[in-house]
């Protein structure tokens, strides 16, 4: 398996050595999608997704090495606080830039409402980091299956039944059913393996 994949605390503690370039490269490349995923979910517009996301970056670059033990064991919340406060504060400052640009047009409709609604951020968090997961898994276990077993678990979570699967994929519907439950089975544990690894 890739070293991408180390487990969490072990990465953690090694990112804590602010000169640790590679560490911190597997660090990125295991949560930045995450991180990308909320703050698009929330609606912010994609040119301004990149320069949040780099904010909450310098902050943990800055922020890991002081980290203790406890504050590693929560990681995933810190994260998910993290990138709640940087989307906050990404709309306050959007906010003012509007208010000031209401007051010199003295046009109340160029203005953003004072109190912008955000979703609730946690709520889009956990059912981003509960599909990121499940793609990450689904990753990590296609190279273990035949071309047609992938296929044919990906369209049975489209929602085609057995025998559409059967025709497009041309083989036997119980074909169908054996390969969809040994992909969902083997989904299932790599998801958990990741869970203990990464939360």
């Known amino acids: 398996m890739s070293d991408i994949y180390k487990t969490r605390l072990t990465l953690l503690k090694k990112i804590q050595d602010k000169d640790d370039q590679h560490a911190w490269q597997e660090f990125i490349d295991i949560y930045k999608k995450y991180i990308y995923a909320i703050i698009r979910e929330v609606g912010i517009p994609v040119h301004d997704v990149e320069d949040i996301l780099q904010r909450i970056m310098l902050s943990l670059w800055k922020r890991l090495p002081e980290m203790d033990a406890e504050e590693i064991r929560r990681f995933r919340s810190y994260l998910g606080k993290m990138t709640q406060n940087a989307i906050y504060e990404y709309m306050r400052q959007k906010g003012q830039r509007a208010q000031r640009l209401?007051?010199?047009?003295?046009?109340?409709?160029?203005?953003?409402?004072?109190?912008?609604?955000?979703?609730?951020?946690?709520?889009?968090?956990?059912?981003?980091?509960?599909?990121?997961?499940?793609?990450?898994?689904?990753?990590?276990?296609?190279?273990?299956?035949?071309?047609?077993?992938?296929?044919a678990f990906k369209l049975s979570m489209q929602g085609l039944d057995l025998d559409k699967i059967a025709e497009k994929l041309d083989v036997k519907a119980h074909s169908v059913y054996r390969l969809r439950s040994r992909v969902k089975e083997r989904l299932i544990q790599e998801v958990k393996r990741l869970r203990s690894e990464l939360e």
């Open 102 to 151: 209401e007051k010199a047009s003295n046009d109340p409709e160029l203005g953003y409402s004072k109190s912008t609604d955000l979703p609730e951020i946690n709520e889009i968090a956990q059912r981003e980091w509960e599909q990121y997961l499940t793609n990450m898994a689904l990753d990590n276990i296609s190279q273990q299956f035949s071309g047609n077993a992938i296929e």
